[in-house]
């Protein structure tokens, strides 16, 4: 079924969850990931990760606005999804199926990226303040 039978605002609610959950992965890239890795001993694995993707380096020079950016996307995605909660599905079956599968797709795509969003915060912010 093409999604243009869907509800406008459930549409635009997946695909803001959806890009909400590649910023907050941006906290990750930032945070976590050089964490975990120099926690297991694979410091490196980061070196050469850092040599071979240089870019990498910007995220955690520029966390606080990488981890904004994650903040205000997950905001306005949950303020949608919170709006889309009641919205009306189509009374065909078919489409009314396929309503109720894109609403709880993307809720779980949501409760993800929040998830991401407060590891990265907690590997950014937290940890460094509870090891010093």
């Not at 990931?33 to 990498?56: C, K, R």
């Not at 905001?75 to 889309?84: E, M, V, Y």
């Not at 199926?97 to 990265?120: A, P, Q």
Request: with cysteine; hydrophobic share 50%; proline share 5%.
């Amino acid at each position: 079924m093409p999604k243009d039978h869907l509800h406008p605002n459930l549409v635009k609610t997946k695909h803001l969850s959806l890009l909400s959950l590649f910023s907050s992965g941006g906290t990750l890239i930032c945070c976590a990931l050089p964490a975990l890795l120099v926690s297991l001993g694979a410091g490196a694995v980061m070196a050469s990760l850092v040599s071979s993707v240089p870019q990498i380096v910007w995220f955690s020079e520029h966390k606080l606005v990488v981890f904004t950016f994650a903040g205000m996307m997950l905001s306005i995605s949950g303020f949608l999804q919170w709006k889309a909660r009641s919205l009306p599905c189509p009374s065909d079956k078919e489409l009314a199926e396929l309503c109720n599968k894109t609403r709880v797709n993307s809720l779980r795509v949501y409760f993800f990226s929040v998830c991401v969003f407060l590891i990265g915060g907690f590997m950014a912010f937290v940890a460094p303040w509870l090891i010093s």
